[in-house]
């Protein structure tokens, strides 16, 4: 929570900082089980908690192709404790899914009944834990994404990685974390698909 309110949590959010200890103080931590502080999505939007990230000395950003970034939302089978801060358990970057796509690497998680992160919660894990970000180590969050009117989603799915300062990113990016997206059905040796267990408010 220290590092959370220290980058600006509570301002970008509107809120009280005694508001968001509260919360949090509320929350029922098991000493015995790796738990992960994660921002609910209606508390802080993913645009706004992106530029937070830092890697190198430089911000994270959002890919400028995202336009509608704020219409991707969490998936229905997934549920969100209903708190402004929460707990997400057992968290892994899904390294042993790298090459998979994401399609594949959704039945794989539900097969091993464990859930993928939303955006919020990826971000979130970075901003406590930014050295999980690493080259040729990165992650999707498959529980975020955008419905389409009649039904389905959009296949971007999002991803955090590393810019390689190319295309609209632009040179001066190159190191920075960033928000982007891959196709549903396509493969990426670097990228992995961050999950966990449960979550719990």
Request: charged share 25%; proline share 7%; hydrophobic share 40%.
């Amino acid at each position: 929570m220290d590092r959370l309110l220290a980058l600006g949590l509570a301002a970008l959010a509107g809120r009280d900082e005694r508001e968001l200890r509260d919360a949090v103080g509320r929350l029922a931590v098991n000493q015995g089980v790796p738990a992960l502080l994660a921002i609910h999505p209606s508390l802080v939007p993913a645009r706004a908690l992106a530029p937070l990230l830092e890697r190198g000395g430089k911000p994270g950003f959002v890919v400028v192709d995202m336009t509608d970034l704020d219409d991707f939302t969490t998936v229905p089978d997934v549920a969100l404790p209903d708190s402004p801060l929460y707990l997400v358990h057992d968290v892994e970057r899904g390294d042993h899914l790298r090459g998979a796509s994401p399609e594949e690497a959704l039945a794989a998680l539900t097969a091993a009944e464990r859930s993928p992160l939303t955006l919020h919660e990826g971000i979130s894990w970075l901003l406590q834990q930014p050295q999980r970000l690493e080259p040729n180590h990165c992650f999707m969050c498959l529980s975020t994404r955008k419905a389409k009117p009649r039904g389905g989603f959009d296949a971007r799915t999002p991803a955090l990685w590393i810019s390689g300062g190319t295309g609209r990113d632009g040179r001066e990016r190159r190191g920075a974390p960033k928000v982007g997206w891959c196709w549903w059905r396509n493969r990426h040796d670097w990228l992995g698909f961050a999950s966990a267990t449960r979550r719990s408010g």
